[in-house]
T-cell receptor, first 111, second 113 residues
């Protein structure tokens, strides 16, 4: 089993739709959780951190369920510019520096 | 935050040769990470490089194939040695502290022919 698993993609959705990504992690000792965005042929960049209480940043909402070891990302009112690959990222237990990366889910927003 | 300049951005190399990738950070950082990203896949950590000590390699990666230098707190290199077509990939350097996001260089797109 992979340490971080994400929904396989790609997701093809119309502009304006709401889309949700799911991610599960295997290490119950993981402490920090993130969603990164990677545009085609670019390096990953932080989209948002995921907090236990859930957090929202504009059209983006991230949630964490520690009991189920599950992370989600919701994008509302999707824009063409949201097209990218979304990577779920987790810190392994016992390490504050390393990151474990999911395989990513590709999102394609269609006009 | 940290800004990382990585070069070369891309290269096409003959099999059996070696390529050295450089990353320069605009501030002093303790740890630097080297990743490989195959097309359509996520990042795989090759090694962690601390200044003043040997790099720590992940399972499946060895120093003879991927020697790393970390001469100071702002610079690191990764060499891909004795290249084969299977080494064709994107290589990324990165840094982060315990409480910050990860910052990346722009990546090196390597094609081995």
């Amino acid at each position: 089993r992979k340490e971080v698993e994400q929904d396989p993609g790609p997701f093809n959705v119309p502009e304006g739709a709401t889309v949700a990504f799911n991610c599960t992690y295997s290490n119950s000792a993981s402490q920090s959780f993130f969603w990164y965005r990677q545009d085609c042929r670019k390096e990953p960049k932080l989209l948002m951190s995921v907090y236990s209480s859930g957090n929202e940043d504009g059209r983006f909402t991230a949630q964490l369920n520690r009991a189920s070891q599950y992370i989600s990302l919701l994008i509302r009112d999707s824009k063409l510019s949201d097209s990218a690959t979304y990577l779920c990222v987790v810190t392994p237990g016992g390490s504050n520096y390393q990151l474990i990366w999911g395989a990513g889910t590709k999102l394609i927003i269609k006009p | 935050s940290a800004v990382i300049s990585q070069k070369p951005s891309r290269d096409i190399c003959q099999r059996g040769t070696s390529l050295t990738i450089q990353c320069q950070v605009d501030s002093q950082v303790t740890m630097m990470f080297w990743y490989r990203q195959q097309p359509g896949q996520s990042l795989t950590l090759i090694a962690t490089a601390n200044q003043g000590s040997e790099a720590t390699y992940e399972s499946g990666f060895v120093i003879d194939k991927f020697p790393i230098s970390r001469p100071n707190l702002t610079f690191s290199t990764l060499t891909v040695s004795n290249m084969s077509p299977e080494d064709s990939s994107i290589y990324l350097c990165s840094t982060r502290t315990a409480k910050t996001e990860a910052f990346f260089g722009q990546g090196t797109r390597l094609t081995v022919v």
